[in-house]
């Protein structure tokens, strides 16, 4: 992002208004809600409500997600329902989806299923995937991005 300027971006990392230069963004939103220690995130609708009405629908080019567990069969998953909710409702407004996944997560079912694997049109990850990840990606079309 380093080379983009003039960027709306919205998040519920409270570590990325103070990691990304002003340079890059117009507008940056932090959604509210609650504050998990644990994550340094935020949890929350994604919609803003100003003044008590109705709020505003947000729509995204890009979400990039991070999750703490995928399979093949169930999906991307998360240890939060709500957590969850708010994941699973940015992947629906985004244009492309990229899933954040370091490869401990590779087989990993947690507690709250919120998308199967198509919903994602990108996988970052640190190495390839396992060979049985692999395969399902490409037949889903998803295009897996690692350093190897």
Do not use: C, W
């Not at 609650?34 to 947000?58: K, L």
């Not at 240890?79 to 985004?94: F, K, L, P, T, V």
């Not at 198509?118 to 889903?140: G, L, S």
Request: glycine share 8%.
């Amino acid at each position: 992002m380093r080379e983009r300027s003039d960027l709306t971006v919205a998040t519920n990392n409270l570590l990325l208004p103070s990691e990304i230069s002003p340079t890059v963004y117009r507008s940056l939103y932090l959604f509210g809600g609650t504050v998990r220690p644990s994550a340094q995130a935020t949890i929350g609708p994604v919609t803003f409500a100003p003044n008590g009405s109705a709020g505003v629908e947000v729509n995204g080019d890009l979400a990039l997600i991070s999750v703490g567990g995928l399979t093949v069969s169930g999906g991307y998953s998360t240890s939060n329902i709500a957590e969850a909710q708010m994941m699973r409702e940015m992947m629906d407004r985004s244009e492309e989806v990229a899933v954040l996944i370091d490869s401990t997560k590779f087989g990993r079912k947690l507690f709250a299923q919120f998308a199967p694997l198509e919903a994602a049109t990108y996988i970052v990850t640190e190495v390839a995937p396992p060979e049985e990840f692999a395969e399902a990606f490409a037949e889903r079309g998803i295009q897996v991005i690692h350093p190897d």
